[in-house]
């Protein structure tokens, strides 16, 4: 993780180093209790990769990033909310970008209304 963390330029503070750590961690340790969990609940090993394979491709979709909350069917909304991933996504980029100000200059990019 440290060359990742370094290549991509984060924040290099201790303390955002230390979240980066522990969200890394956090998202390990959830990856592996589905895991456990699916091989406790399945009654073969073929079943349990499977079910933890449909698991997180469902987890990638609906944690919006792929697919924003807003634009979800109602129906799905509350998957984005019980989904592990959203929070460590979240997590992770408000941690990179929470306290920066951004400014985007839009002059010349519109046409002359007068």
Aim: aromatic share 18%; glycine share 10%; no cysteine.
């Amino acid at each position: 993780w440290v060359f990742f963390y370094f290549l991509v330029d984060f924040r290099q503070t201790g303390e955002e180093m230390g979240y980066f750590l522990l969200m890394l961690y956090l998202s390990n340790w959830v990856i592996q209790s589905l895991g456990q969990l699916f091989a406790l609940a399945t009654p073969n090993e073929e079943s349990a990769n499977g079910l933890g394979g449909l698991s997180v491709i469902l987890s990638v979709i609906l944690m919006g990033f792929l697919i924003t909350v807003d634009s979800m069917p109602d129906g799905w909304v509350w998957a984005y909310w019980v989904n592990l991933f959203h929070y460590i996504l979240q997590g992770l980029v408000t941690n990179e970008l929470g306290d920066n100000q951004y400014f985007v200059n839009v002059t010349g990019l519109l046409p002359d209304l007068s």
